[in-house]
């Protein structure tokens, strides 16, 4: 008769034979797994006769002890599962056989983690964070598809496997764990990878060079151009690149670009800003600015066609066919040497080239010559907060009557009447007294601008009636048509404006307030 296995069977495949004894009549055979984790009893009593007898002989069952001890000299004490022998002990003296019971199991080596990539920046994905406000709105214009990266930056952390803890089978031998498996990557020259002096446990993967981190699965690499194929749209949101970003599509209404070393769009810009501290900005087809939005190169730009842009450029503008109603500022030369300049403004330090300038419809256009400083849009919106406070004290001293010259007659006014005075008489106090500040910032400004020696403006087709050339207080215009080529120059000798024959543009930079400091000094 042979006892239930009582669910201790979980043999996990073909089991070894490791030992066989006798005890009382009995057989016990031990078996274990192949990694000799688990340990499986079977015991078997022998059946004898006497010669000539029909019964059997009889054969005094083993003692607990006996059977514990048989056991224990084998394997591990350990590991054996006390209980199971006990209730293995009841059935044999019942007369039952046992078969394929576990009765011990030793302790399995855990293996060693795995070593592991741990990121300490964003890397792109295609894939952005979309950001909530505090009212629970979504803005997707705005997503955060990566952080911006700068050289010498710390971008990944690299830890080794680790060693596992070891086990032991069941007869007490040692088993080894398994150390980890190293992680799996590959990195290029625009990354590099060295120990951190503050933490050995892991070594730490650095850029070389600024742009985005970029892991496509096989290599780790810092990109320094992002590529958008298509229009610039909700799918990529505004882009804020410490590199040089290309579009081959259009920049959509409500998208921004900031690329630092550059921008180029194969398409058109439909209402967003550009901006590039460091780089060009090009355009193939037109941009359409707009009241909020901004053209800012460190560099130069280029594009088809501009309307109502804002263009603040350290280097050359180029237009290729028409700008209309912009106002373009450019530190070097505005160059339109096909292209039409109809409505807006030209503030320009070395010169403008153009082709047709103005339209036959008397658009007022001009092209100011100013200083390099006075070419930003900053020093634009300084003029227009001085032209604001002025429209304001204008205002102010409107209400106040006579009070504004003599606020001593207030004491007679009615005390409700006079308190109200009295606030726009201090409200006029301040804006006189911002204004003050604000045209000493404007004179400062002006005062370290540097200005060209030839202020030239080529026309190559026409100049037309409504059309105008400034410098300072100084003007140049027209009744008639001015056919080109042509040359118009600012001559400092009589401090007019004169028309010559063509000739190049030129840019030999001084600064006017330091030259009249050094002649007065003579």
């Given at each position: 008769m ?11 495949g ?5 030992f ?6 009995y ?23 006497q ?7 009889v ?7 006996e059977f ?9 004490s ?15 003296i ?21 070593g ?5 920046v964003?890397?792109?994905t ?52 398994p ?17 951190d ?21 096989s290599?780790?690499t810092?990109?320094n ?5 298509g ?9 804020d ?37 460091h ?15 901004r ?14 842009v804002?263009?603040?450029v ?8 028409e700008?209309?109603d ?13 292209a ?13 080239e ?5 339209s036959d419809?008397?658009?007022?256009t ?13 020093y ?15 205002l102010l ?9 003599n ?7 009615k ?16 804006l ?6 604000l ?17 030239r403006?080529?026309?190559?087709g026409?100049m ?19 056919p ?9 000798a009589?401090s ?8 190049g ?13 050094k002649?007065?000094d003579?």
């Amino acid at each position: 008769m042979t006892a239930p296995n009582l669910g201790n069977n979980d043999t996990d495949g073909p089991l070894k034979e490791v030992f066989k004894k006798d005890l009382h009549g009995y057989k016990f055979i031990g078996k274990t797994t192949a990694d000799n984790l688990k340990l499986f009893l079977d015991v078997v009593k022998e059946v004898q006769k006497q010669p000539g007898a029909e019964n059997e002989k009889v054969v005094p069952n083993p003692t607990l002890d006996e059977f514990l001890s048989l056991l224990g000299g084998t394997v591990d004490s350990e590991f054996l599962h006390r209980e199971v022998l006990t209730d293995i002990f009841k059935e044999l003296i019942s007369g039952h056989s046992v078969e394929t019971r576990r009765i011990g199991k030793g302790i399995a080596p855990i293996s060693g983690r795995d070593g592991k990539l741990v990121y300490l920046v964003k890397r792109f994905t295609g894939k952005g964070e979309i950001k909530v406000d505090e009212k629970g709105l979504a803005d997707y214009s705005s997503l955060h598809l990566f952080d911006n990266i700068q050289k010498g930056q710390a971008l990944v952390r690299v830890y080794p496997p680790k060693l596992g803890e070891p086990g032991k089978d069941v007869f007490g031998k040692v088993l080894q764990a398994p150390l980890g498996k190293p992680a799996q990557y590959k990195i290029d020259n625009t990354v590099e990878e060295k120990p951190d002096p503050a933490h050995s446990e892991y070594l730490v993967i650095y850029a070389a060079q600024n742009g985005y981190l970029y892991d496509d699965g096989s290599k780790l690499t810092v990109k320094n151009e992002l590529a958008v194929s298509g229009n610039l749209d909700y799918h990529f949101g505004s882009l804020d690149f410490i590199g040089k970003v290309k579009i081959t599509g259009d920049v959509m209404p409500g998208f921004n670009i900031n690329a630092r070393e550059g921008i180029e769009i194969k398409g058109s810009v439909r209402g967003g800003s550009l901006v590039s501290t460091h780089g060009a900005i090009i355009v193939d087809g037109f941009v359409f600015g707009g009241p909020k939005s901004r053209v800012i190169s460190g560099e130069y730009f280029k594009a088809r066609i501009v309307q109502e842009v804002n263009a603040e450029v350290r280097g050359d503008i180029i237009i290729v066919i028409e700008s209309r109603d912009s106002i373009l500022r450019s530190e070097s030369v505005v160059k339109m040497e096909k292209a039409s300049l109809v409505g807006g403004r030209i503030l320009v330090v070395c010169g403008a080239e153009i082709f047709l300038f103005g339209s036959d419809v008397a658009n007022q256009t001009i092209i100011e010559f100013c200083g390099d400083s006075q070419t930003t849009v900053a020093y634009s919106e300084l003029k227009q907060r001085i032209s604001n406070h002025e429209k304001a004290i204008d205002l102010l001293k409107l209400h106040l009557g006579p009070y504004a010259e003599n606020p001593k007659k207030m004491q007679f006014l009615k005390l409700e009447h006079k308190s109200k005075m009295e606030d726009l008489y201090n409200k006029l106090g301040k804006l006189e007294k911002g204004k003050i500040q604000l045209v000493a910032r404007q004179k400062t400004v002006a005062e370290s601008a540097k200005v060209n020696s030839a202020k030239r403006v080529n026309i190559l087709g026409k100049m037309f009636p409504g059309a105008e050339i400034q410098y300072k207080d100084k003007k140049f215009t027209t009744n008639d048509i001015i056919p080109g080529p042509a040359s118009i120059d600012f001559i400092e000798a009589d401090s007019v404006f004169a028309k010559a024959e063509l000739k190049g543009l030129e840019c030999t930079y001084k600064n006017e307030a330091l030259d009249a400091k050094k002649e007065g000094d003579f």
